[in-house]
Nanobody
């Protein structure tokens, strides 16, 4: 089970840190992805981390503003989001898959990940 937290309301230009916690297992040798879905839009994958080799990937839409990292407890993945703008408003989901190599531009479809959290809402006011 995955549980996201940390969402909320923030002003444009502000920051939030999302957490994705695994329950019942650790993130050893997993690919962890972050996705988001805005109203009326498809779910979009934008970042991932491989806990096996540390590979990290960002799409251009978030590169330089968002940072994905793994917590010391090894069952938590963080997403630090800076310089938020109204276009970043969405429900944010983390997802995990034991195919740890699935981190990169070709593995950002929802179908690439087996385990999903319930999502956390991020609202950005202008």
């Amino acid at each position: 089970q995955l549980v996201e937290s940390g969402g909320g309301l923030v002003q444009a230009g502000g920051s939030l840190r999302l957490s994705c916690a695994a329950s019942g297992f650790t993130f050893d040798d997993y690919a962890i992805g972050w996705f988001r879905q805005a109203p009326g839009k498809e779910r979009e994958g934008f970042s991932c981390i491989s806990t096996s080799d540390g590979k990290i990937y960002y799409t251009e839409s978030v590169k330089g503003r968002f940072t994905i990292s793994r917590g010391n407890a090894k069952n938590t993945i963080y997403l630090q989001m800076n310089s938020l703008n109204p276009e970043d408003a969405a429900v944010y989901y983390c997802a995990a898959d034991p195919a740890y190599w699935k981190c990169g531009p070709y593995y950002l479809e929802s179908s690439d990940y087996d385990y999903w959290g319930q999502g956390t809402q991020v609202t950005v006011s202008s």
